[in-house]
């Protein structure tokens, strides 16, 4: 059955947005969360798809007028969104890394689980200020961004060509870099009073060396840390927020 050349048209444009749609869809957070079934994320993707189509479906349907490859557009499509997707993951990770730092800091690296979304395991810890995070980050409407930065793409990636390789490369190593000074950033109170914790443990070790100081001290620091954590999460998941909404408008 032959479709009619309007309906071919609107349908090539359709999956030439969803191409790109779907693979920054497939590596954003919460939206591509490895938790959640791969059929209800393809809806997502195919439901914002539809939603965007009729803000970025002309220059999709001008390419298609043109008649080029489908192929080679959808092929360059996929690409652009999966660099677009990797360096908003990149720069999520950094609220994990601050997990692990403050995990390692109060001593609960031995409390692990398998986290989907670093393909291995981390520490609880650092998947609940994950998972946290990203719930400030909806609350606070960074997602929106994330979504309006897919739109505006086509302002800067047109349609059909191939991501610029090393803009994108450079891209990727300033994200990895803000990315760790943001995670250490995050983890700052817990590395300060690590420090100070060690430093007076080391001391009272000296000046009683006959008191078992290992039995009274990790008690103390679970409790410590802990206690400094729950103070301080909420600012530093907002603060994170707002980095992270920064970044998405250009001004980090």
Known sequence: ???????????????????????????????????????????????????????????????????????AILVAELMTGLAMGMIVKILFFAVSMAGSIISTQIGLTSAVIFDPAQSGSAPMLSKFVAMAAALVCMGMQVHHLWLGAIVHSYQSFPVGGMPPAHDFAMLAVEAITRSMMLGVSLAAPLLIYGI?????????????????????????????????????????????AGAMGDAMQGGW
């Open 1 to 71: 059955m032959t479709l009619p050349p309007d309906l071919a048209l609107q349908a090539s444009a359709f999956f030439i947005v969803f191409a790109r749609v779907g693979a920054v869809l497939m590596l954003l957070p919460v939206f591509g969360d490895e938790a959640i079934p791969g059929r209800i994320r393809l809806l997502i993707a195919f439901g914002l798809s539809s939603a965007m189509y009729g803000l970025v479906g002309a220059p999709a349907r001008a390419v298609v007028e043109s008649g080029a490859a489908l192929p």
């Open 196 to 240: 100070v914790f060690n430093v007076a443990l080391g001391v009272s070790a000296r000046v009683a060396p006959a008191i078992q100081v290992f039995f009274i001290a990790q008690p103390l620091n679970l409790l410590l840390g802990l206690s400094l954590t729950a103070a301080t999460l909420g600012t530093m998941l907002t603060f994170f």
